[in-house]
């Protein structure tokens, strides 16, 4: 959301933009709000240790309700598919404030996988008014559920506009220091449906391919979640040549991204994000929303099975046209100018 924020407040003589943040992810938040300079009017600060889905859902509409009460916006802005989403957009809908959905349509069709975020679009979907998908296929779904043509615009994603301005020719980094010479690989794992037996399997399988490759390294900012760090640590902690970091804020993310050789991931944005730096990505996953990427050849879905991660990473550790069909395959979710076209749209229609 952050260059559709920066891209309102230039046009401030048409919109008058309020930024309100719930701290759903306090630390994520915070870096973010300080790489791209935003103050946001509200925040909630509603993150605490051991939080649930029921305790972040109520949070958020008690907050909502309170901000929209005192400045009965003309359209309320929600991104994506977290439970920070859903529950604004449920606030809205209950006081009667219409809602603007960035990255509309993306679906799996699985109400479980990933869970709980496949919900929350859908359910998203159904309240707002305004649809901004990023590609024709997110738009096809969303027609073909009944949302109103004239409602339904193809912008891109937004999260591809913030790349050019967060990666950097002389940005650096000790962990970056560490890996030169080496072929970096970019692992983020956090979902939910993969703790436990799935998540163990993956961290076995790029175990197994590290062993293989020397002139492989791998660096693991690993999320807050403590199930997820002690896992990360049973399986790596003791290989020389696997780094397990702290999180890394956007900024930093984008940079390391661009150096990498390949991004293992289960996460969403990041399908999106590393095509436009020519990097190809492994997706961790059963399913997945962005299905174009796989039709344009910039992802590839290879489950949770062990040996199904280990030859597929190791493929495209061996396999050079493979490699390089992947990294210049064109990424089919935007050019770097959404928000750009979201404004557009908006002064037309109001």
Known sequence: MAPLVHELKQRSDEFNTIVCVTGQHREMLDSVLDAFNIIPEYDFSIMDAGQTLFDITSKVMAGMRAVLGNEQPDLVFVHGD?????????????????????????????????????????????????????????????????????????TGNTGIDALKTTVRDDFSHPMLDWAEGSRLILLTAHRRENIGGPMRRIFKAIHRVVNEFPDVKVIYPVHMNPIVEQAAKNEFSDHPRIKLIPPLDVFEFHNFMSRSFLVLTDSGGIQEEAPSLGKPVLVLRNTTERPEGIDAGTLELVGTEEDDVYESFKQLLTDEDKYNKMSTATNPYGDGYASARIVDILSKLF
Do not use: M, W
């Open 82 to 154: 977290t439970t920070t989403t859903f529950a604004a957009a449920l606030t809205c809908f209950y006081v009667g404030i219409p809602v603007a959905h960035v990255e509309a349509g993306l679906r799996t069709y699985d109400i479980s996988s990933p869970y709980p975020e496949e919900f929350n679009r859908q359910a998203v979907d159904i309240i707002s008014k305004l649809y901004f998908a990023p590609t024709e296929q997110a738009r096809d779904n969303l027609l073909n559920e009944g949302k109103l043509p004239e409602t339904v615009f193809v």
